[in-house]
C-alpha cells in the first residue's frame, strides 16, 4: 500500500554528522482493578503513541500494528551507497529482537519484563528523482531478506521522503540498491519508530508500587543497534527506562454487628446461634459437662486485588502470646485467653496457593504468615473472623459465675506487606 500525500520537508544541502550522545526513551503501563472487569489481569499500556501508527493510524490498524513508539535516533550516510553495495555500505539495520529487564518498586519487590520489537520503521531523505524501484525487492514498501513487509508504506508526490514500516525478525535487514547513491539521495534515516510487545507478570501477583528499570543499549557499528558501517547514529546509546505502576484495591466493610461480637457456648467444629447456645447452656446445667468452647464471629465484606497480610493487636491489655489476647473478668480481673482465625472469601488464596480457611491469626505483623494473595479481583465477597475460648479456659470462667467477661481485639487488613 502507497499513500501520496504532500508534507513540506525541508532539507540542508549538506549533511553535517552530530556529536554522539546517549538518547533515551520511557516506557509505561499501569494496573488498577476494574469494578466493571473484575477477571482483568494485564497492564493497560500508557506509553504515549508516536512514529508511524501515530502519523498513519488508520493504515496500522488495517495491517495489525496497532502501536508505534518514537526512536530518538537518526541516522546520516557518511559516503555515497554504490551499486550492488556489501550490505554494510548501504541502508542496513539491526536490533535486540528480544530482552529482559527486571524492575524494582520502592519495596524491593522485583518483576521480571520481556520486551521485544515486533516492527522497525522509519524515513528516508531522497532526491526528487530518485529511482524508488532501483532496489533488490523493489520499493520500499516491500522488505529486504531478513524482515518481513507489513504493507505499510507512505511518500508525498513531490518524492522528498519516503517512509517505511517492516516486520522485525531479529536478523539484520539490508536493502540493497541496484544504483550508485550519492548527494541528497538516501542521506539520511530519521522519525524512526518501533511497535513492541511488553510481556509482564500478572498485576495481580504483584504487590503494589512503581516499579523501574533501564535497557541500555549501544548505538553504532558493532554494537546493539548497529546501522552497518556507512549511517552514523546521533547518539552511542539508548537508555530504555520502563516505569510499571500498579495500584491495588483493599476495601473492608464490617457487617451488621461485626465490631460488637458476643460468645457462646458450642461444640467444636460448629458456629453456634444464639438460640443454639441457649440450649448449650442448658445441657451444661443439667450434666454438669464444661462445653467444648465458646466463640463469636466477626463478618465483613472484602474487595480486594494483590497482596495483604492480617493480623491482630490486643486492646486489652498485652497479648498472651502470638495468636492470643487476653479476656478479662468482670467481677476478679482474671483473664483468659481468646485466639482468632480467619477465612476469606474464594478468590483469595494464602501462600502455598490454598483456599484461606480458618487460618489462624497472630498478635503482630510478619511477612512469613498470613500473606494473602488475590488471584481474581473480588468487591464485597464475604469473609469472617471467628473468636474461639478453648474448654479449659470455659472451665475457668465459670468459676466466677455469674460474671461478665470482656475484651478487645483489633483487626488490620494491611496491603503494606514490607
Known sequence: MII???????????????????????????????????????????????????????????????FSISLPLTANRSYAIPADNAPRDGV???????????????????????????????TYGRSYNSNEKGWVRGAWLYAPTGCGST?????????????????????????????????QDVHSIWDQSIAYTLKTPAPLSMGSGIYKGQLRWLVGPGGDIDYGDNFIPN??????????????????????????VTLYPCYRGTHCTKDEAEKNWERWMVTNVTPQKMSGRSEFNLSSSGSFTV?????????????RCPMTSGKSGTSVPV?????????????????????????????????????TFGTDKKGWVDFVIEQKDVKEMLKTRPDSWSGTVTLLFDPNLY
Open 4 to 66: 501520496r500525500l504532500l508534507k513540506v520537508v525541508l532539507l540542508g544541502g549538506s549533511v553535517i554528522a552530530a556529536p554522539l550522545y546517549g538518547a533515551s526513551m520511557d516506557i509505561t503501563a499501569g494496573f488498577a482493578p476494574d469494578f466493571s472487569n473484575p477477571s482483568n489481569n494485564e497492564f493497560k499500556n500508557t506509553t504515549p503513541l508516536g512514529g508511524f501508527c501515530k502519523d498513519w493510524s488508520s493504515y496500522c490498524k488495517q495491517q495489525g500494528v496497532d
Open 92 to 122: 542496513y539495520f539491526k536490533l535486540p529482537k528480544s530482552s529482559q529487564v527486571t524492575v524494582v518498586n520502592e519495596n524491593n519487590e522485583t518483576a521480571l519484563l520481556t520486551f521485544d520489537i515486533e516492527v522497525f520503521s522509519g
Open 151 to 183: 504493507g505499510l508504506a507512505a511518500a508525498p508526490t513531490n518524492g522528498a521522503w519516503y517512509s517505511f514500516a517492516w516486520r522485525y525478525t531479529g536478523t539484520p535487514c539490508a536493502k540493497i540498491s541496484r544504483l550508485n547513491r550519492d548527494g
Open 235 to 260: 547518539a552511542s546509546e539508548l537508555i530504555i527506562n520502563f516505569t510499571l505502576t500498579v495500584n491495588h484495591e483493599l476495601k473492608v466493610t464490617p457487617l451488621t454487628g461485626a465490631t460488637d
Open 311 to 323: 493480623y491482630m493487636q490486643c486492646g486489652s491489655g498485652a497479648a498472651l502470646d502470638a495468636n
Open 339 to 375: 485466639k482468632a482465625t480467619i477465612t476469606l472469601p474464594e478468590n483469595i488464596a494464602d501462600s502455598a496457593g490454598q483456599r484461606v480457611t480458618d487460618s489462624p491469626l497472630f498478635t503482630e505483623k510478619n511477612n512469613a504468615r498470613n500473606r494473602f494473595q488475590t488471584h
